[in-house]
């Protein structure tokens, strides 16, 4: 009958490896590995640039270009070919779904990376969070022809964002410069560029020497992959900067502390994928602690449902076991779709993260903050909530400066507490951002918390 044609799949049994171990010896001869978040205003160039990355880093053939040319010229934008290379991610085309962070692997001799990116304009911002606290690195694309617009716009908002998800390292790509007034590639634009956009970082607490600012033209392509002409208008690009590239080979990630290593496991589920036939059911993420092998039990929260690790995918390589910072696909078996969710935690079942219903934070206000509904972000999870009280504002030192606030202003940091609309995988000291009608209004970590669902 029905029950003898479908057999019930063999149990994944775990080879009981010794992760860490195995982790501290292969450290030091593994490929190193890192991934990027894209950010800056709208129309800067940023897809463009990721596509002619893409492209001449070998990871997308000429003729998929030519064909995307081809449908674009027919549509009259044909300067949008590179662009479409990030809209048709392998992932989506290969997994025939949609993602909310596409994520675009390329190699290198020395590294493999992967684009982490927020497509499409609307809902940029959750997107971007999300892909940010997967990320070693930002790369700002900044139009140099725009400067203005984009120092007002979502530039500011943007590097905001990347700071409050803990990323330290920026490398700005001083963009379009094929395009400069009164002639291309004038450099004293670069250098004006490089002086605000340096003054905004600075300002938000980047440090001087954890941010490198690389001219280019993503349309062009010149000084991307490929270095600039070394005579005409471009004598003086590599004197500034080397390539896009090779600022991002000289940011490697930092590769994780051995206590991080053996730390309980937890990775929040970015994407949820369905439907493959060898793995019908698989999450990506980035494991924030710990390490995972294949026959592992873990816990979802706030679910509490377990799930057996039948494979690993790291860097898009199949494998045995994953550690802290890497990022990952994980083939799960004997657990319900319906309790998996992105923004969900998988975690170690016997310390699994805790679920909680709200949390006193100190956050730094970005926008006049009075008792009110917020949007909670945390990576890639959104919940709804409200700030309930304000507790205190603090100055510099963490001392009061007034109690029970009406309202918190800009600049200032404030004692608040955030009531959660329903119970969310939390742990303290994770990066919280409130943000409220589709601006981001603070930024901190999670301070005490209390428990419930
Ligand atoms: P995004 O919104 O930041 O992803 O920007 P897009 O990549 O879609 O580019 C916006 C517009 O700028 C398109 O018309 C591009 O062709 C154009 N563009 C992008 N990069 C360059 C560049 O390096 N030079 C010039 N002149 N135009 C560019």
């Given at each position: 009958e029905a029950q003898s044609a479908t057999p019930s799949p063999p149990k994944v049994k775990s080879?009981?490896?010794?992760?860490?171990?195995?982790?501290?010896?292969?450290?030091?001869?593994?490929?190193?590995?890192?991934?990027?978040?894209?950010i800056g205003h709208v129309d800067h160039g940023k897809s463009t640039l990721m596509g002619r990355l893409l492209l001449d880093a070998g990871a997308v053939a000429q003729r998929d270009i030519d064909k995307y040319k081809k449908q674009a010229t027919e549509l009259n934008k044909s300067s949008f070919a590179l662009a479409w290379v990030m809209d048709t991610g392998s992932e989506e085309r290969e997994r025939g779904v949609t993602v909310d962070i596409a994520q675009h692997p390329f190699q290198t001799a020395n590294t493999d990376f992967?684009?982490?990116?927020?497509?499409?304009?609307?809902?940029?911002?959750?997107?971007?969070?999300?892909?940010?606290?997967?990320?070693?690195?930002?790369?700002?694309?900044?139009d140099a022809n725009q400067l203005e617009s984009g120092m007002k716009?979502?530039?500011?908002?943007?590097?905001l964002l990347a700071k409050a998800c803990g990323l330290s390292k920026v490398v700005v790509a001083v963009n379009k410069l094929d395009a400069t007034a009164p002639k291309a590639w004038d450099e004293q634009t670069f250098?004006?560029?490089?002086?605000?956009?340096?003054?905004?970082?600075?300002?938000?607490?980047?440090?001087?020497?954890?941010?490198?600012?690389?001219?280019?033209?993503?349309?062009?392509?010149?000084?991307?992959?490929?270095?600039a002409p070394s005579s005409g208008d471009t004598a003086w690009v590599t004197g500034a900067s080397g390539t896009?590239?090779?600022?991002?080979?000289?940011?490697?990630?930092?590769?994780?502390?051995?206590?991080?290593?053996?730390?309980?496991?937890?990775?929040?589920?970015?994407?949820?994928?369905?439907?493959?036939?060898?793995?019908?059911?698989?999450?990506?993420?980035?494991?924030?602690?710990?390490?995972?092998?294949?026959?592992?039990?873990?816990?979802?929260?706030?679910?509490?449902?377990?799930?057996?690790i039948?494979?690993?995918e790291v860097s898009s390589e199949p494998g045995d076991w994953a550690v802290a910072t890497e990022l990952c696909t994980l083939h799960l078996a004997d657990i319900d779709p319906v309790h998996l969710r992105a923004g969900d935690v998988l975690c170690s079942t016997a310390q699994p993260v805790g679920v909680i219903r709200s949390f006193v934070t100190q956050v730094e206000v970005l926008e006049p903050l009075l008792p009110q509904g917020v949007d909670v972000h945390v990576g890639r999870l959104h919940v709804p909530g409200s700030v309930a009280a304000l507790i205190s504002t603090v100055d510099a030192k963490g001392e009061v400066v007034r109690k029970k606030p009406r309202v918190a202003k800009a600049g200032e940091t404030a004692n608040v507490k955030v009531v959660l609309e329903t119970g969310a995988p939390l742990p303290v000291g994770e990066r919280v951002v409130l943000r409220s009608g589709g601006s981001t209004v603070a930024s901190g970590r999670v301070g005490s918390v209390s428990v419930g669902r």
């Amino acid at each position: 009958e029905a029950q003898s044609a479908t057999p019930s799949p063999p149990k994944v049994k775990s080879k009981g490896l010794d992760v860490p171990k195995l982790w501290s010896e292969s450290k030091d001869t593994r490929k190193s590995a890192a991934a990027f978040v894209v950010i800056g205003h709208v129309d800067h160039g940023k897809s463009t640039l990721m596509g002619r990355l893409l492209l001449d880093a070998g990871a997308v053939a000429q003729r998929d270009i030519d064909k995307y040319k081809k449908q674009a010229t027919e549509l009259n934008k044909s300067s949008f070919a590179l662009a479409w290379v990030m809209d048709t991610g392998s992932e989506e085309r290969e997994r025939g779904v949609t993602v909310d962070i596409a994520q675009h692997p390329f190699q290198t001799a020395n590294t493999d990376f992967t684009i982490l990116d927020a497509p499409g304009h609307r809902d940029f911002v959750p997107n971007m969070l999300a892909g940010a606290t997967m990320a070693d690195l930002a790369v700002l694309v900044v139009d140099a022809n725009q400067l203005e617009s984009g120092m007002k716009g979502q530039t500011k908002e943007h590097i905001l964002l990347a700071k409050a998800c803990g990323l330290s390292k920026v490398v700005v790509a001083v963009n379009k410069l094929d395009a400069t007034a009164p002639k291309a590639w004038d450099e004293q634009t670069f250098h004006h560029v490089k002086a605000e956009v340096g003054k905004l970082l600075q300002s938000v607490g980047f440090e001087k020497e954890d941010v490198l600012y690389v001219p280019c033209s993503g349309l062009g392509g010149t000084n991307v992959v490929n270095p600039a002409p070394s005579s005409g208008d471009t004598a003086w690009v590599t004197g500034a900067s080397g390539t896009l590239l090779h600022h991002l080979e000289s940011s490697p990630a930092a590769s994780p502390a051995d206590d991080q290593v053996k730390a309980p496991l937890r990775m929040q589920i970015a994407d949820v994928f369905r439907g493959s036939i060898t793995n019908p059911l698989s999450v990506s993420g980035r494991i924030a602690a710990g390490n995972v092998q294949v026959g592992d039990i873990v816990v979802i929260q706030p679910s509490g449902e377990k799930a057996t690790i039948r494979g690993i995918e790291v860097s898009s390589e199949p494998g045995d076991w994953a550690v802290a910072t890497e990022l990952c696909t994980l083939h799960l078996a004997d657990i319900d779709p319906v309790h998996l969710r992105a923004g969900d935690v998988l975690c170690s079942t016997a310390q699994p993260v805790g679920v909680i219903r709200s949390f006193v934070t100190q956050v730094e206000v970005l926008e006049p903050l009075l008792p009110q509904g917020v949007d909670v972000h945390v990576g890639r999870l959104h919940v709804p909530g409200s700030v309930a009280a304000l507790i205190s504002t603090v100055d510099a030192k963490g001392e009061v400066v007034r109690k029970k606030p009406r309202v918190a202003k800009a600049g200032e940091t404030a004692n608040v507490k955030v009531v959660l609309e329903t119970g969310a995988p939390l742990p303290v000291g994770e990066r919280v951002v409130l943000r409220s009608g589709g601006s981001t209004v603070a930024s901190g970590r999670v301070g005490s918390v209390s428990v419930g669902r």
